[in-house]
């Protein structure tokens, strides 16, 4: 197989450049300052989670960076979906070994198929449990970034608002 530098060299130029523009660190400038405590101007914002903390947590065991982020319910679903992808992966391993020693016996068509029914099941469940391993990690790393976002809207702002509640 002839690889082409021509379509590796931007790939490997892009992940340079973004790997270079996550170096700058955050900061928070304060423009004007209403409460009394003393605040220089240009404060650096300290973040509460390390991202890189997270992602080395939930590498370690998956799900201890959510665990970490303090976002409790989503460590029972990475735990299940992991938990029913490893089951379904040592089933069909369980299958697949079953029929190769038997079509090693009978030597069938329909054994051979069905062999290779499971060989491919197993190595579909092996993926999954890749991306869920990987998908576990991206989550505590934007989990972590977004820890000190607050979604608070502005009570200063004058808007209209429409507040009705339901009683069952």
Known sequence: MKINITKILPLIFV???????QTEQDTLTIVQSTDSLNVSEDSVFVM??????AILRSAVIPGWGQIYNESYWK???VWGALGWFVYGWIESNNDYKFYRDKYLVSGLDSDLNVRE???DQRDLFAVYIGLTYFLNIIDAYVD???FDFDV???KNISQKQLNFKIYF
């Open 144 to 146: 972590a970034h977004l």
């Open 48 to 53: 509460q989670k390390s991202p890189t903390g």
């Open 15 to 21: 992940l340079v450049i973004s790997l270079s523009a």
């Open 117 to 119: 029914f499971y060989k």
């Open 75 to 77: 460590a029972p679903i």
């Open 152 to 154: 608070v809207m502005d």
